[in-house]
C-alpha cells in the first residue's frame, strides 16, 4: 500500500509547482525554482510525499506550493516513480493534508551590541569624506579588537583588528555612539588593508599603526632541506600612519614602501618603516618627535623619528621590552623582563603529550603510557601527509634549552628528524615555530639521547618531526627553566635624542604586562594577564603598589588570555586600553570579545560585545536557556525580542578561563542531567583525526573539571545522559550501541551501564547519504547528514535521511544531490547543490530541544556553501522528521553578507522556546556573534490522511 502525505506549511516564495525533472546520466534530476534571499512569507502552503504502507517516503511530490490546500489537492497525482524516475511499489494511495503557517525570519544576533546588526541586511558605510568604501557599521571580524587608541582631546576612539576576512581591519567610534562603527580610512574599497594592526598609538595629527604581514614567510637556515609547510615563519612587520584629519595613508621622507602580501590587494604600498623581528609594543611622544618599538625577541628598543621615519637609535639596556607608554609628562614607561631572573640552571620539565593522530603497542590510544619510562611502551604519529611529529606542551613562558630523547626498540631510524620550539597550538601552521636542532644521525637504541641547543626566549611547546615518515618515540624530556617575576613596569625621562633616563619610579605587584596608559589626573593604568587578570591602577609620581585594582564587571571576570590572542602565532596580542579626556577607562576584554567602558572609579558604564570569529556553538540539551558560543557561556530570556540590551541575551561566564584551551578544544555535547549539575566534552587539540574525548562537569562559579571517563572513538553523550555510539558504513547494517546512565558516585562522576546493542538499521548502498553527522531522538528516530560535496566510489544522490530503532530500512531520504555542473540559482526546495563551483557545502546538523508536553521530532541542516558562485551562501533547511518532508528552507546568498547569513557554519543550537515559536541559533564564522532566526507557526502542525 502507497500513502501520499500532504503537509501543508510556509514555505519560501519561488516554489509551488511540481519537481521537473532532466536526465543527467542515469538520473532524473529535479529543476529547482530560485528566489534570492529565501526568506518565506505567512502564506499558507503545502509539502507532500508519496509513502508506502511502512511509511516509507517514496517520493517528494511537493516542495512546497502557495495554492491553496483545495487547488494542491485536485493536482496531486503520483504515477508510481519514486525521485530517480524508478518505479517504486505500492497499491493504495492515501494522503495526509495540514493547514499550518509556519514560517522563518531573522530575529536578531546574540553577543553583539550594535543596533545595525538585527537589521537583516548590513547597509555599507562611507568614510569621511563620504566615500563609499568596503566594510560596515556593525562591530565584526575574523579576530578580537586588537588595540585601541584614544587622543587626549578626542571625540572619537579607533580601534585595530586582526585578520578580519574581507572587511577593513581598522574602524573608528564617535565616544557618543559607541555601537557605530565609522571605516575612517580614506582608501578606495579595492584597496582594503585585512592585515592585523596590533598597536596604535597618536599624537595631534597623525595615527600610528603597527603591524605584522602574516604571509611574509622566511625560510631558516634549514630551508635548503625543509618542505615549504615546515619553514620556519617570520612575519614582515611594518609601522605607517594615517591623517587623523583626513584619513589618508601618510608618505614620510625617509620611509620605505612595503607591498603587503596579506589582503584584497597585495601590491599595496604602505609608507613607513620596518622590523624583520616580532614586535610588541609602540608609544609615540605627543609633542616630541620619537617614536619607540619594542623589540623583545632581541631585547631592543627602536627609536625612529616620528615625523621622516628615519631611524634614531638602538636602547639595548633592556630585556624582553614589551609595553610601552608616553604620558602626559612625556616620560616613556617600559614593560619588560626582570634582567636577574633566577633558576637559570635547566632542569627537567614535565608536559602534557601532544602529537598527530596514531597508536602505541597495540592499543587503540596508548598517549597516557607513551613516555613513562618504559621503551617497550612508545607513542606513534601518524604517517599522513604533512609528516610525522610528537610533541609536549610545557609552558607558557618556559626557556627550553635541551631535549633527551629515546626510540622505541628498534626504531631508531624513526627518530630523525628536526626539533622545533613553538607558541602557537603546535599544528602545522604555527608560524613563529623555530628549529632549534637537526637530528642528522640515528640515536642511541634503548636509552636516552640528549640535544642541547641555545635558547633564550620562552616558548609553550616543543616538537620533534620526521619529514616523510611516521615518528615511533619511547620517551621525551624536556630541559630548560620557568621564567619568574617576568615584567619591570618603570618611567623614564627622554632626550631630544632618543636617550632615556630612570626616574627611580617603578610598579610592583603586577605579572604580564601586555598594555600601558594614562589620564591627567595622576594616575597609570596596565593590563595585566598571567593569573591576574585585571586592570590595575598606579600614582605616576610614586609609583609602588596598586592604588584600584578592576577584575571584570557585569558579573564576569576579565579575560585577558585568549587562543585568538596572546598565543596567536606568537604574532597578535591583543591588549586594547586607553583613557578617555574625561578620565574613564576603555579595557579590551579580549578573550570575552567585548570593549568595556568604565569610569575612572571602576563602575560600568557600557560595552561595546562583537563576538568574532568562533567555532562551536550549541544550547544545553535540556536547559535551553543555556548557550555556548565556543566556551563563552550566555544566558537567554527567549520571552523577550532579540534586543542588544534589553536582557534577551547576556554574557554568563567564560569556561576557557578554567582549563587549557591551549590543548583542549571548546565545549560540545552540553547537557545538565538528572542530578542537576551540567557535563559535557572536550577533546585533545592535538588529535584532530581522532581526538581523545573527555567528559568533564561544569561547575557553576569554579570551572571545567575533568571526570575519569574518556569517550570510544565515535561515542556522544545524549541529552538524557547516555553514550551513544553509531556504526554507518556503506553496505552494513547501521549499528546502535547504548550505555545508559544509571547514576554519579559520591563526587559526581556519571556511571554508565554495559554497552548494549540496539536493533539493527538499514544497509546504506551507494546512493544514501554518508554519515558526516548521525543524531538521535530520545524516540529512537536517528537522522543523518552527509554534508559532502562529491565522494570517491560514487556519490550519494541522497544527503539526508532517516530511520526508527528495530527498522531496517530508511523512513525516509531526502536533500536529493543536484548535478556538479549545476550553474543555476540556490535550490530553495531542499535539495543538496554539488554544483555552482562549491568547494565545500557541507554545513552542520541539529535536532529541536523540545521541552514542551507535546515535543515535535524536527530537526535543521545547513549548506554552507563555501566559495558556492566564488562567494557565499548559507541556508538553512527544516525538516519534519516523522515525514522527511521540508518545512522550511531560509538563509541567504546575498554579496553583501548580510547578518542573517553566516560565512562558515560549524555549530548550531534549535530550541522550542514556547507552543508556537522555535529559535535556530547560529555559529558565525564571519564575525557577528550568532545570528538568530525564529520559526513560528509550530502549534498548527498537525496530520490528516485521505485516500487519492
Keep these: 500500500m502507497a500513502v501520499l502525505i500532504i503537509k501543508q506549511a510556509a514555505l519560501p516564495q519561488g516554489q509551488g509547482v511540481p519537481l521537473k525533472t532532466k536526465v543527467v546520466g542515469s538520473k532524473a534530476v529535479p529543476l529547482r525554482p530560485h528566489k534570492p534571499g529565501g526568506v518565506p512569507s505567512l502564506t499558507s502552503r503545502v509539502a507532500a510525499g508519496a509513502y508506502n504502507a511502512s511509511g516509507q517516503l517514496l517520493r517528494t511530490l511537493y516542495a512546497g506550493t502557495s495554492k491553496t490546500t483545495s487547488q494542491v489537492l485536485g493536482l496531486l497525482s503520483f504515477d508510481g516513480k519514486g525521485d530517480r524516475g524508478q518505479t517504486v511499489s505500492g497499491a493504495t494511495q492515501l494522503r495526509k493534508q495540514l493547514p499550518n503557517k509556519l514560517a522563518a525570519r531573522f530575529a536578531g544576533i546574540v553577543a553583539n551590541t550594535s543596533p545595525q546588526a538585527m537589521t537583516n541586511k548590513i547597509p555599507f558605510a562611507t568614510d569621511d569624506q563620504g566615500n563609499n568604501v568596503t566594510g560596515s557599521n556593525v562591530w565584526f571580524g575574523y579576530r578580537p579588537f586588537n588595540c585601541l587608541s584614544i587622543g587626549r582631546t578626542a571625540t572619537r576612539a579607533y580601534i585595530g583588528q586582526g585578520y578580519t576576512e574581507g572587511p577593513q581591519s581598522h574602524g573608528a567610534f564617535a565616544l557618543n555612539d559607541i555601537q557605530t562603527r565609522v571605516n575612517y580610512q580614506k582608501i578606495p574599497a579595492a584597496d582594503r588593508l585585512t592585515q592585523g594592526t596590533c598597536y596604535q598609538d597618536q599624537d595631534a595629527t ?82 616630541g618627535n620619537l617614536l619607540f618599538v619594542s ?60 602529537g598527530a593522530a596514531g597508536y602505541g603497542d597495540g592499543f587503540e590510544f596508548s598517549i ?41 626498540d628498534g626504531r631508531e631510524a624513526d627518530c630523525m628528524g628536526w626539533i622545533q620550539l613553538s607558541n602557537a597550538n603546535n599544528n602545522d601552521d604555527a608560524r613563529d615555530r623555530r628549529t632549534v636542532y637537526q637530528i642528522a644521525t640515528k640515536p642511541a637504541a634503548g636509552q636516552f639521547t640528549r640535544y642541547n641547543f641555545t635558547n633564550t ?51 610592583s605587584g603586577h605579572q604580564e604586562v601586555t598594555a600601558l596608559t594614562d589620564d591627567a589626573n595622576g594616575n597609570l593604568y596596565t593590563r595585566e594577564g598571567g593569573s591576574k587578570q585585571a586592570v590595575c591602577c598606579y600614582s605616576k609620581a610614586t609609583g609602588g603598589a596598586a592604588t584600584k585594582t578592576w577584575t571584570g564587571t557585569e558579573g564576569v571576570k576579565f579575560y585577558f588570555t585568549d587562543v585568538y590572542g596572546t598565543l596567536l602565532h606568537n604574532q597578535e596580542s591583543p591588549a586594547p586600553l586607553a583613557c578617555a579626556p574625561d578620565g574613564s577607562v576603555w579595557v579590551g576584554d579580549t578573550g570575552n570579545e567585548r570593549l568595556v567602558h568604565l569610569s575612572a572609579t571602576g563602575s560600568f558604564i557600557e560595552a561595546i560585545y562583537y563576538a568574532s570569529h568562533s567555532r562551536a556553538c550549541l544550547v544545553d540539551g535540556n536547559d535551553p536557556t543555556r548557550l555556548f558560543g565556543e566556551n563563552r557561556e550566555y544566558t537567554l530570556d527567549p520571552t523577550k525580542p532579540l534586543a542588544p540590551n534589553n536582557g534577551s541575551w547576556r554574557l554568563a561566564f567564560n569556561w576557557s578561563q578554567t582549563y587549557n584551551t591551549t590543548i583542549y578544544r571548546y565545549l560540545k555535547e552540553v547537557n545538565t542531567l538528572a ?78 551501564a554495559a554497552e548494549v546493542a540496539l536493533p539493527a538499521g538499514p544497509v546504506p548502498q551507494s546512493s544514501d547519504p554518508r554519515a558526516t553527522t548521525i543524531r538521535r531522538f530520545a524516540s529512537g528516530l536517528h537522522v543523518v547528514h552527509d554534508g559532502s560535496r562529491v565522494q570517491a566510489g560514487g556519490s550519494p544522490d541522497y544527503h539526508v535521511g532517516g530511520w526508527q530503532e528495530g527498522q531496517n530500512y530508511f523512513l525516509f531520504k531526502t536533500a536529493l544531490a543536484t548535478p556538479t555542473d ?68 531560509f538563509g541567504s546568498d546575498a554579496f553583501e553578507n548580510p547578518p542573517s547569513m553566516t560565512s562558515v557554519v560549524i ?12 529559535r535556530l541559533y547560529v555559529q558565525e564564522e564571519g564575525g557577528r556573534g550568532f545570528p538568530v532566526w525564529e520559526i513560528t507557526g509550530l502549534s498548527t502542525l498537525a496530520y490528516s490522511v485521505t485516500p487519492l
Design 206 to 287: 597623525l595615527l600610528y599603526h603597527l603591524g605584522y604581514d602574516g604571509i611574509d614567510g622566511i625560510d631558516s637556515g634549514l630551508s635548503g632541506t625543509l618542505p615549504a609547510y615546515y619553514r620556519d615563519y617570520k612575519s614582515k612587520w611594518f609601522i605607517y600612519a594615517t591623517s587623523l584629519a583626513t584619513g589618508e595613508r601618510v608618505t614620510f621622507a625617509s620611509g620605505t614602501n612595503y607591498a603587503v602580501m596579506q589582503g584584497v590587494r597585495p601590491q599595496i604600498n604602505y609608507n613607513g618603516y620596518q622590523f624583520s623581528v616580532r614586535c610588541a609594543g609602540m608609544a609615540v611622544q605627543k609633542t
Design 675 to 752: 542530578n542537576g549539575r551540567t557535563y559535557g566534552v572536550v577533546a585533545h587539540e592535538e588529535f584532530a583525526g581522532q581526538p581523545m574525548r573527555y567528559v568533564v562537569e561544569l561547575v557553576k562559579g569554579v570551572g571545567v573539571r575533568f571526570t575519569p571517563t574518556v569517550l570510544p572513538q565515535g561515542t556522544r553523550l545524549e541529552a538524557d545522559g547516555s553514550l551513544l555510539r553509531v556504526a554507518y558504513t556503506l553496505g552494513q547494517a547501521v549499528r546502535s550501541y547504548r550505555r545508559a546512565l544509571t547514576g554519579f558516585d559520591a563526587n559526581g562522576n556519571p556511571q554508565w
Design 822 to 889: 549545476y550553474t543555476g540559482g540556490y535550490p530553495l526546495d531542499g535539495s543538496f547543490d554539488t554544483g555552482n563551483n562549491v568547494q565545500d557545502p557541507g554545513g552542520p546538523m541539529t535536532l529541536l530541544v523540545d521541552k514542551t508536553t507535546k515535543p515535535l521530532r524536527l530537526f535543521v541542516w545547513c549548506y554552507m556553501g563555501e566559495n558556492w558562485k566564488g562567494k557565499q551562501c548559507c541556508y538553512f533547511h527544516l525538516i519534519d522528521a516523522d515525514t522527511g518532508l521540508l518545512l522550511l528552507t
Design 368 to 408: 597516557d603510557k607513551a613516555f613513562d619510562g618504559n621503551p617497550s611502551t612508545y607513542y606513534a604519529s601518524s604517517a599522513n601527509a604533512p609528516n610525522g611529529w610528537l610533541g609536549l606542551y610545557v609552558g607558557p613562558g618556559v626557556v627550553i634549552t635541551g631535549v633527551e630523547l629515546r626510540p622505541s
Design 907 to 918: 555549530g548550531m543550537g534549535l530550541i522550542r522556546v514556547s507552543n508556537d515559536v522555535a
Design 295 to 354: 623589540l623583545p625577541d632581541t631585547n631592543e628598543i627602536i627609536v625612529l623619528n616620528k615625523t621622516t621615519m628615519a631611524y634614531v637609535r638602538t636602547i639595548t639596556s633592556f630585556t624582553r621590552p614589551g609595553a610601552l607608554w608616553v604620558d602626559y609628562e612625556e616620560r616613556l614607561w617600559v614593560a619588560s623582563q626582570n634582567p636577574g631572573t633566577p633558576n637559570t640552571t635547566p632542569v627537567k620539565l614535565s608536559g602534557q603529550p601532544v
Design 457 to 507: 626566549r620562552p616558548w609553550s611547546y616543543v616538537r620533534v618531526f620526521n619529514p616523510g615518515k611516521p615518528l615511533k618515540l619511547a620517551d621525551m624530556v624536556v630541559w630548560g627553566y620557568r621564567l619568574t617575576d617576568t615584567h619591570v613596569v618603570a618611567s623614564y625621562t627622554i632626550s631630544s635624542t632618543g636617550t632615556l633616563t630612570a626616574t627611580g619610579v617603578s610598579l
